[in-house]
């Protein structure tokens, strides 16, 4: 992958980067064979008869013996146990291995038995510190694949999320011939009404799109035992709290609810005492940032900023980046920018259709580009572990913005850098965030060390 020099005409086969909105919603009607997840079910790969979970192990241990990788104590720090004390199936087992997992990490070690135990559980945990595992282990091992209903329900705030956590969850459960279904706004409702008519075990949805299934009659939800709520925080705002409230009058009675973020304001509070029983509460955020995030701040002013940025993209030694922009029409702005100053670049944001967002995500994904510009769309959950370098050209208002933006490196454990480009109008937002997060921005210097963002020596 190449900064400089971007290759032109993969740019003008491959979708939105920095045309204008007409020819983009032009070219997608005829953007037929354009590389995008399915919102269809998928079926995992048939159990295999001779899974040697100890072999599959074994070589996991030698590659990551082989491997430099930094990490930081944020994935580290653990009690020390083991996948096998869950005395999960192996079938399990394997595709954990295959995944990459050698052990559990913190939040994972907290979670998985508690939830394999049937508590209500709420969890708070850094971005980036293996949460989305912690919570599809423990539904996979209680999904049964001789009952063809709906047995699990993961809701997401977004889009891409949905179908990240959709392809994790058919990775992780891979040999379990489990069925697993990602359904969106956005994509076409037909298709997945007639994909909800044959068996599906765990549905991974955005609220709105799985409330209308349900209202339909289609999504049967009575038997599904288990509801998961990844980044609750997003998902109990005024925007989807009401939709997820009609949503769990479907389940049953004894459904188990796990509800797992980085923050929780008081709507968790609310919803928790309304709808979790004797929860079992898990904090692992003593420090709200991640220990592998260096984080750095050059003051400048706004028409500085442009030049700001062809500065570091010189200087650092970036694997991807993200960058962030606070409107839509920013975003297509500096992508542009970006791309006339000789640096492959995407844009994704809300306002795209959702085709171009799939393909985006999808390419990015796949290291296809080495930047990407966006909104905060990009800023729950998504894991891209090559990304090192989280540019915030311009600076968020709130704390909690900051946390997951910059929360886009350093996944898990890995090393990241965080630069913020500073006016004078954001310099009380500036302080108020590192005040609120009991963190310290510095200033940033001539040159920076690789070493603090870069993992491999």
Do not use: W
């Not at 740019?11 to 399915?38: D, F, L, T, V």
């Not at 970036?318 to 970006?338: D, G, H, M, P, T």
């Not at 090559?386 to 898990?412: M, Q």
Request: proline share 5%; charged share 25%; aromatic share 8%.
């Amino acid at each position: 992958m190449k900064g400089k020099n971007a290759n032109t005409k993969y740019y003008k086969e491959s979708g939105p980067r920095y045309e204008p909105r007409e020819r983009e919603n032009r070219e997608s009607s005829n953007n037929r064979n354009e590389p995008r997840e399915q919102p269809n079910a998928s079926s995992t790969a048939p159990p295999k008869t001779d899974i040697d979970v100890a072999d599959a192990k074994s070589q996991l241990k030698k590659k990551n013996t082989q491997n430099k990788t930094i990490l930081t104590e944020d994935v580290t720090t653990t009690k020390g146990n083991e996948f096998e004390d869950y005395y999960l199936k192996r079938e399990l087992l394997m595709g954990i291995y295959e995944k990459g997992f050698e052990n559990p990490s913190p939040i994972q070690e907290e979670a998985i038995p508690i939830a394999l135990a049937g508590r209500d559980i709420l969890a708070r945990a850094k971005n980036g510190t293996g949460k989305t595992a912690s919570f599809l282990i423990p539904a996979l091992q209680q999904t049964s694949v001789d009952k063809s209903f709906i047995q699990v329900l993961v809701l997401v705030p977004t889009r891409e999320l949905a179908l990240q956590t959709s392809q994790v969850c058919k990775e992780l459960g891979k040999h379990m011939n489990v069925q697993v279904m990602v359904s969106t706004g956005g994509t076409s409702l037909k298709e997945d009404i007639m994909r909800l008519y044959n068996t599906v075990h765990i549905l991974v949805a955005t609220p709105g799109r799985v409330l209308d299934l349900a209202n339909k009659g289609v999504a049967t939800l009575d038997k599904c035992s288990m509801l998961i709520m990844d980044e609750a925080d997003k998902l109990l705002s005024p925007e989807f709290q009401p939709l997820v409230e009609q949503i769990i009058e479907f389940l049953p009675e004894d459904r188990q609810i796990l509800l797992f973020s980085a923050t929780f304001p008081m709507t968790v509070k609310e919803f928790k005492d309304k709808f979790l029983r004797k929860p079992y509460e898990i904090n692992l955020m003593e420090e709200l940032t991640l220990k592998g995030v260096t984080q750095y701040y050059a003051f400048v002013e706004e028409r500085q900023k442009v030049n700001c940025l062809n500065t570091l993209f010189s200087k650092l030694q970036i694997n991807q980046s993200i960058i962030f922009c606070n409107s839509v029409n920013r975003v297509e702005l500096l992508a542009k920018k970006i791309t006339e100053l000789g640096y492959s670049c995407f844009y994704i944001h809300a306002k795209m259709l959702q085709s171009h967002r799939n393909r985006v995500f999808h390419d990015f994904r796949n290291g296809a580009c080495r930047n990407l510009v966006c909104t905060d769309l990009f800023t729950r959950g998504i894991d891209i572990q090559a990304v090192n370098v989280v540019i915030n050209f311009d600076f968020p208002k709130s704390s909690e913005t900051y946390l997951h933006r910059i929360g886009r490196s350093g996944r898990f454990g890995h090393l990241g850098l965080a630069i913020n480009l500073i006016t004078f109008d954001d310099r009380y937002n500036l302080y108020k965030i590192e005040q609120e997060l009991g963190t310290e921005i510095k200033p940033i210097p001539p040159v920076i060390d690789k070493r603090l963002y870069v993992s491999y020596q």
